[in-house]
């Protein structure tokens, strides 16, 4: 009897490079590490009922007034003008955000997730290290094709959602079909920097961004891994925690 074959993953390090992948019969992982989907796993650990991710500042400001939810996000990385909040995972505490909807709006992560939707992705979730473990558990159990998304930062690769990529290939790859050198690309990388991960995200370009505004606490939240270890899925139009 023939041992059936084992799903595919491949790593798609730039949203200008999505086009390439099969999106539409895949689980689509949607990272930014830096810090849209660490802040999505932090406000979902703490309770949030749901987070709408929009791709507009003016969209989120509007959806915001209509649902009397919490409007948050970023340009640039630094909070956009007209909404309530920033990107940042240690602004969403427990006390602050249980039971509450936040309508996120980011330059890169937020801007992923809607361009794998256009693409026809039926299957989205949003990983990061503050997730890694319900990510891989998740990918593992359902036996699917995974297609690992990077944000980066406006198409250019980055080091940081790289990877994260590499830490997830390197955790779940004997049950998949790894034939994709971004993958094994992202998986050295990891081997190489998981030994400092800090003193190696500190030559990242999005560290000296956002470190020029003092948010390295936020930084060292974010390399930490299964911190707020909870699976957001994209359902109904929200990021909920998957159930
Ligand atoms: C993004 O979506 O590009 C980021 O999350 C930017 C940031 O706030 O660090």
Redesign the pocket.
């Known amino acids: 009897m023939n041992t059936p074959a084992k799903p595919t993953l491949f790593t798609c390090v730039s949203p200008a490079l999505l086009h390439l992948y099969d999106v539409q019969d895949a689980i689509v992982v949607v990272i ?1 590490v ?3 989907t660490s ?1 999505i796993a932090a406000a979902l650990y703490n309770g949030a009922e749901k987070i709408i991710p929009v791709d507009s500042v003016q969209g989120a400001i509007e959806l915001g007034e209509e649902l009397g939810a919490i409007t948050a996000g ?1 340009r640039d ?1 630094k909070i956009a003008e007209g909404l309530q909040h ?2 940042s995972p240690l602004e969403y505490p427990r006390e602050f955000i249980t039971g509450k909807t936040l309508v996120l709006t ?6 992923l997730l809607h361009m794998a939707l256009k693409n026809g992705a039926t299957e989205v979730i949003t990983g990061s290290f503050a997730n890694l473990s319900a990510v891989c558990d998740h990918l593992v159990k359902s036996g699917k094709n995974v297609v690992l998304g990077c ?1 980066a ?1 406006k198409d250019r690769v980055n080091m940081e959602d790289t990877l994260f990529a590499g830490a997830v290939v390197s955790r779940v790859r004997q049950h998949f079909q790894v034939f994709c050198d971004a993958s094994l690309g992202a998986e050295t990388l990891y081997s190489h920097a998981r030994i400092d991960t800090w003193n190696f995200v500190k030559k990242t370009t ?1 560290y000296h961004r ?1 470190s020029a505004y003092g948010l390295e606490k936020d930084m060292q939240w974010c390399i930490s891994a299964d911190i707020a270890n909870v699976l957001p899925v994209y359902r109904d139009g929200a990021l909920v925690v998957h159930s």
């Open positions: 930014d830096f810090r849209a802040t970023e990385g920033g990107n980011t330059t890169n992560g937020t801007r944000a930062w999005h956002l």
